[in-house]
């Protein structure tokens, strides 16, 4: 049975890595058909949990028309490869396939569909005739996308050692004295929240682009994650309420949240949405969708797409639109202790990619790393820093299969991942906006926020082995916060 596969380390898809500007499409599509048809996986654990594709994610690019003549150029398009191929609707029919126009995306992009399936083999036939396409910069399939949760562990577990302690920690609390995120929204693109006391009042309207959930209401209706309430805790960590003796703080405590939910039911999500929550959080239109009243500076991104984002073009798409509007994109680098490179979006061009330590401030078994082994290619290490990310205290809820009512339903719990080292940094981005707004200063670019979080990080206390990675170091957040108000 043919199983889609991970693509994990790049030199298991037997694709060549060609040196090209970030965002550019030279023969994504073959590129994709090579990794589709690799029988080779590096990532135990990981399933796409589909062997067929029956939607697609296509970006035409030929002449502007108007919207009914481009949706009919987008479905000719496809329909004459389909055409070509004979790729009919059933073993037994004479009737050729036909793609079908579903809806506008984000960017320009496009979602299409067919009446049933492609099977991987037809999929890799469609990717190939359609590679020579000019008009055509890229054609995915609809991909699952997955959170980057770990293991949760045992909710009495109550010191966020993460904040405070020299060897692991971060170096919170001086940083509170300058920067506490007013001012600031980020976005945590994610399952949504569950309400709870210690996060409620800082929430401000977010958007569920889930197909069954689709609208404003962005609440989490479970079921938990092995438990965990993902997008509540995650959300927690970055922006809980804090000095309000209840429960924990987050990181930037005075920052607004924004939820923003791609996943419905399950921990499994869908690149379509994705690629759309993560234009609209940074304030880009999306067709169909309310505008974005309180567009977000940071996103948090503690989601997975185990495919590299050289081929996963969409989701690099989003991230330069949003770092074009000087929001500043932040990723867990996944937990599969191999290269994020191989991540999307951890390994896109424009993300602040974080792994994840431990209390001890060693690497996290589990988390992904950087390698220079593609630096030649055009491709430097795609971690940039690592945080906390192993038994870290955060906001849970009581429910098993829907959430408990607030207050009721309110407890913390700990959790491992680089789905909780990532908000660490997306909360001290917010406090190192938050500093300069309050010195009435511009805010910095994605670009330099990058800059002084690797020059303010500090070196593991225990060392990762050579070909592992860990960026610049462990996130200093009074160093960082400092160094932002001083630029």
């Known amino acids: 049975m043919f199983r889609m596969i991970m693509f994990i380390l790049l030199l298991a898809l037997s694709v060549s890595c060609t040196k090209r500007h970030p965002g550019a499409n030279n023969h994504v599509m073959a590129e994709l058909a090579k990794a589709i048809s690799s029988s080779n996986t590096h990532s135990p654990g990981y399933s796409l949990l589909h062997d067929s594709y029956d939607r697609f994610l296509v970006k ?19 329909n004459d490869a389909i055409t070509q191929l004979k790729i009919k609707t059933s073993a037994t029919s004479t009737e050729i396939l036909k793609a079908t126009y579903i809806r506008p995306l984000a960017l320009g992009a496009d979602l299409i569909g067919f009446s049933r399936p492609l099977t991987p083999a037809e999929l890799i036939d469609v990717l190939l005739a359609l590679n020579t396409e000019s008009d055509l910069s890229y054609f995915v399939p609809d991909l699952p996308v997955q959170l980057t949760d770990f293991t949760p562990n045992d909710p009495q577990y109550r010191h966020q050692w993460d904040y405070f302690e020299p060897i692991g920690g971060i170096n919170v609390p001086p940083a509170w004295d300058v920067g506490r995120g007013v001012g600031i929204t980020v976005a945590v693109i994610d399952t949504g929240y569950v309400d ?19 609208g404003t209401d962005t609440r989490d209706s479970g079921p938990p994650s092995s438990g965990l309430w993902h997008g509540t805790h995650v959300a927690g960590i970055v922006a809980a309420i804090g000095n309000n003796a209840l429960d924990i703080s987050g990181v930037a405590f005075a920052a607004k949240l924004q939820p923003v939910r791609i996943f419905y039911r399950s921990s499994i999500g869908k690149l379509e949405n994705l690629y759309d929550a993560i234009a609209w959080s940074a304030g880009v239109d999306v067709p169909g969708v309310p505008t974005n009243a309180t567009p977000a500076k940071v996103i948090n991104l503690s989601v997975t797409l185990p495919i590299p984002c050289y081929v996963m073009t969409p989701i690099q798409d989003a991230v330069d639109a949003a770092t074009e509007k000087g929001t500043v994109v932040v990723a867990g680098a996944g937990n599969t202790n191999s290269d ?148």
């Not at 502007?64 to 479905?75: E, F, G, K, N, Y």
């Not at 709870?196 to 689709?214: K, Q």
């Not at 950087?370 to 849970?396: H, K, M, R």
């Open 340 to 487: 994020a490179l191989a991540f999307s979006p951890a390994g896109c061009f424009n993300v602040i990619s974080v792994a994840a330590t431990t209390r001890q401030g060693a690497k996290a078994s589990f988390s992904n790393y950087g390698t220079t082994e593609y630096e030649d290619d055009g491709y430097p290490p795609a971690v940039t820093l690592s945080a906390p990310g192993e038994n870290i205290l955060s906001l849970n809820n009581l429910g098993h299969n829907f959430p408990i009512i607030s207050p009721a339903g309110d407890t913390t719990a700990s959790a491992s991942g680089t789905s909780m080292a990532a908000p660490h940094v997306a909360g001290v981005v917010a406090q190192m906006q938050g500093a300069r707004a309050a010195l009435q200063k511009p805010l910095l670019s994605p670009a330099s926020v990058k800059s002084i979080l690797e020059k303010t990080a500090r070196p593991l206390p225990i060392a990762p082995e050579p070909e592992k990675l860990m960026g610049a170091g462990i996130i200093d957040a009074k160093a960082a916060v400092h160094a932002a108000m001083a630029e």
């Open 196 to 214: 709870h006391r210690d996060l409620n009042a800082n929430l401000v309207p977010g958007y569920s682009f889930t197909d069954v959930e689709r």
């Open 60 to 78: 035409y690019i030929g002449t502007d028309l108007t919207p009914a003549a481009h949706q009919m150029a987008v479905a000719n398009l496809i």
